[in-house]
């Protein structure tokens, strides 16, 4: 922990030394072209996520739609192809072409497809095995309920629409309270970035998986009818996590990273870029609120705290779906 630290404060150190005045900035185009490299050809440091290359078409699509860079449709039909290839005849996504289906890649595949968003994306989607996939998945390979588990499966979060986990945790009767006060003690006090667990060193990734479920605590709060919330920021320094993004996750030449010393790569540009995303936006609609650390350019798109993709994206894929007959 103290080495981070004292790397850390070379980093805060260097940048007052050649700043007179505060410019945090997003080096959005050397990202953009680091993305825009990996969609077409990896490179050989890549062969250990042969069996997670749906998940590699995820992090780079939308790191892209948090830049509001589009897809070129050639590119966007390529995927969607390649995609196709991924899926089992038996229902769900594997991590490559001809590999066993599993629930991890097919959420990575089914959120890269909807953040495509065209009909021939959508049409990817075997609706009719993936649900059996997931029966299968529950039930296991006898058909019948697994010991200790109900002959329902749960809900998935992605059958409901926005704002759905919330009410989920509102109505599941789990302690929020020290949940809320776990996730908001992993911000480090020093580094401003997030921890993964206790006695953890911070971790640009954890922008997202810590910081991305305080929206949806906040929102299960409001519904038990919690009057010290606030209705403008999130519980949490979303300065001092744009702060630790901007200054020590990003890479010289694109690219987002874990900590200052560590290589970029894709899982940390797009879960860096999502935790920024979180940490500028507040809520939607009428009590959205931005808090955009440095320069204006440096405002990325907002992203669903749920399922991770554009809120927008999410809309236009239930709206698709709900107009399909049920499986």
């Known amino acids: 922990q103290s080495k981070v630290e004292d790397i850390v404060q070379e980093v805060f150190d260097a940048y007052k030394t050649n700043h007179r005045t505060s410019r945090f900035i997003l080096h959005r185009e050397k990202h ?3 993305l825009k490299r990996g969609l077409r050809q990896l490179t050989e440091a890549y ?5 997670s290359r749906p998940w590699l078409c995820y992090w780079i699509l939308h790191s892209l739609e948090l830049l509001d860079e589009p897809i070129p449709e050639s590119v966007a039909s390529d995927v969607c192809q390649f995609l196709r290839r991924c899926q089992s005849p038996q229902g769900g996504f594997g991590g490559g072409p001809g590999q066993h289906p599993h629930l991890a890649p097919t959420y990575a595949a089914v959120n890269a497809l909807c953040i495509i ?6 049409d990817v989607i075997d ?15 006898t058909g019948y309920p697994q010991e200790g588990t109900s002959p329902e499966p749960p809900e998935l979060a992605g059958s409901h629409p926005a704002g759905g986990a919330g009410r989920f945790l509102a109505a599941a009767h789990i302690p929020l309270r020290p949940m809320q006060r776990w996730v908001t003690s992993r911000q480090m006090r020093f580094e401003g970035g997030f921890q993964g667990r206790c006695n953890k060193l911070v971790d640009g990734c954890y922008s997202f998986w810590q910081a991305g479920l ?3 605590l906040h929102r299960a709060l409001h519904a038990r009818g919690d009057t010290a919330l606030s209705m403008t920021r999130w519980m949490f320094d979303q300065s001092a996590l744009q702060e630790y ?9 694109g690219g987002l990273l874990d900590k200052p010393g560590k290589s970029r790569d894709f899982y940390h540009t797009c879960y860096c870029l999502s935790g920024l995303a979180i940490a500028q936006h507040f809520g ?4 959205h609120h931005e808090v955009i650390l440095g320069i204006p350019e440096n405002r990325l798109q ?3 705290p749920v399922y991770n993709i554009a809120p927008e994206k999410v809309v236009r894929a239930v709206m698709h779906f709900l107009q399909q007959p049920v499986p």
């Open 302 to 304: 907002a992203t669903h």
């Open 214 to 216: 305080l929206p949806l």
């Open 117 to 122: 968003g065209t009909e021939e994306a959508f």
């Open 127 to 141: 609706r009719h095995g993936s649900p059996r996939r997931l029966h299968l998945l529950w039930h296991g390979s």
């Open 47 to 51: 062969e250990c996520l042969d069996a």
């Open 32 to 34: 953009f072209h680091y």
């Open 284 to 287: 939607s609609g009428e009590i």
């Open 245 to 253: 993004i901007l200054l020590c996750c990003q890479c010289p030449a």
